[in-house]
């Protein structure tokens, strides 16, 4: 049984409030990197990957949905139309983040990585402009689809869809749900399956919580359960 949720209004004020507390932070590192040598620190990222990795496990795509400074200025930038112009998308976009990710990991087994990291550590100004430049492009391609670098490119976000599948957090749908579609367009991953009874993919919620405040019969939430679940 489903515990009594919490004003959702309240929960979604909050994640905004965490998302621009993690974005200033994110910038003032970028800045000192450009400065200085933050960048070429094992030991920040080491740390980051670290609280990435338990976040996910425990709580699902959190990190997409709270943490993120990609994520967090292209849910502020979406576009009008993005959600119809999304549906028109093939599906197969789904599949070139995880591309992308076997291109990473490939790269870590050869020994790639860490000469990039050390380049980008090296060469800061080159290293800030191109993550401007990769962050532009990103917000043009919010266009196309809301948060489309999110949803299909972002490798990142492909490790962390396929942790949150084993992730004991889970967004439920109540008995009396009244098919409202609500959730469907609320949701800016696009990930709320009316087929399935408006359940959403655990691999692609960022638990942005977006769909709680826009449900007209207070019958969706999100409760710990069964890792390893699917579809719920």
């Not at 699902?60 to 943490?67: A, E, K, P, S």
């Not at 960022?206 to 999100?222: E, R």
Request: hydrophobic share 45%; glycine share 10%; net charge positive.
């Amino acid at each position: 049984m489903i515990r009594k949720r919490r004003d959702p209004f309240k929960l979604r004020r909050l994640r905004q409030i965490v998302q621009l507390v993690f974005l200033a932070g994110f910038a003032i590192l970028l800045v000192k990197a450009v400065f200085g040598r933050v960048l070429g620190s094992y030991v920040p990222l080491l740390v980051l990957t670290l609280f990435t990795l338990i976040l996910t496990l425990v709580l699902g795509r959190v990190w997409c949905g709270w943490v993120c400074p990609m994520g967090t200025v292209l849910y502020w930038t979406r576009f009008k139309g993005a959600i119809e112009r999304g549906e028109r998308l093939s599906g197969r976009w789904w599949a070139v983040k995880y591309v992308l990710l076997l291109l990473v990991l490939v790269g870590a087994l050869l020994g790639l990585v860490p000469p990039a990291l050390d380049w980008m550590g090296e060469n800061p100004i080159a290293s800030g402009t191109g993550i401007i430049l990769l962050l532009g492009a990103s917000v043009g391609l919010n266009y196309y689809a809301d948060l489309f670098w999110c949803r299909y490119l972002c490798p990142l976000g492909g490790a962390l869809a396929l942790l949150s599948r084993i992730s004991p957090m889970r967004r439920t749908v109540r008995v009396h749900c009244n098919d409202c579609s609500v959730c469907v367009d609320a949701c800016p991953m696009g990930c709320v399956d009316p087929r399935r009874g408006f359940a959403n993919d655990p691999g692609g919620c960022t638990v942005c919580i977006d769909c709680l405040p826009a449900c007209t019969s207070s019958s969706n939430g999100f409760q710990f359960s069964r890792p390893f679940g699917g579809w719920r």
